[in-house]
T-cell receptor, first 114, second 114 residues
């Protein structure tokens, strides 16, 4: 139990569907992150939120839309995805954005695009 | 652009062996280096290294950072089958628009046979 909970654990969707991934952290952290982990590639940072404000969008296509209603919750809204978007999507949180303390990860959502 | 390279990419050993995993980095405004262990789920935090030459230990695992040569090693002694996992290292950028950003290496897949 890492204190970061992601749902769903697995998601299969067609390219025309709209779905959302959810992340909740119970650690009292102020920074939250979305990462993409594809086979044989390093973890890629997608978005960073600090105190609910987006501070980084790492050139992510607009078919991925993040939302952070409060410091404990983070969503990733998905629409018209492509097969190459199939991957493990990991959420993480940390006390602050600056990197002085480690990020804590959730178990991820395994996404498959048909 | 920040870059982290891990070697070897995969390693197969027998229980009781000692292994050394390598991580080299090129990170502007370098702040720290992190090691994570990833089994089938969330990457779990192992070590955060900020200063050169100071070994961090946790049981059979230890790690050290060399900021002059820009690398870190993770040692595991008396390996057990439960050590089988992907080991990730990440460099933390402490400056500018990349403040707090983690850049991950590809990971080392460690397999420990009984």
């Amino acid at each position: 139990e890492t204190g970061v909970t992601q749902t769903p654990r697995h998601l299969v969707m067609g390219m025309t569907n709209k779905k959302s991934l959810k992340c909740e952290q119970h650690l009292g952290h102020n920074a939250m992150y979305w990462y993409k982990q594809s086979a044989k590639k390093p973890l890629e940072l997608m978005f960073v939120y600090n105190f609910k404000e987006q501070t980084e969008n790492n050139s992510v296509p607009s078919r991925f839309s993040p939302e952070c209603p409060n410091s404990s919750h983070l969503f990733l809204h998905l629409h018209t995805l492509q097969p190459e978007d199939s991957a493990l999507y990991l959420c993480a949180s940390s006390p602050s954005r600056g990197g002085s303390q480690p990020q804590h990860f959730g178990d991820g959502t395994r996404l498959s695009i048909l | 652009e920040d870059k982290v390279v891990q070697s070897p990419l995969s390693l197969v050993v027998h229980e009781g062996d000692t292994v050394t995993l390598n991580c080299s980095y090129e990170v502007t405004n370098f702040r720290s280096l992190l090691w994570y262990k990833q089994e089938k789920k969330a990457p779990t935090f192992l070590f955060m290294l900020t200063s050169s030459g100071i070994e961090k230990k946790s049981g059979r695992l230890s790690s050290i950072l060399d900021k002059k040569e820009l690398f870190s090693i993770l040692n595991i002694t008396a390996t057990q089958t439960g050590d089988s996992a992907v080991y990730l290292c990440a460099g933390v950028n402490a400056g500018g628009t990349s403040y707090g950003k983690l850049t991950f290496g590809q990971g080392t897949i460690l397999t420990v046979h009984p």
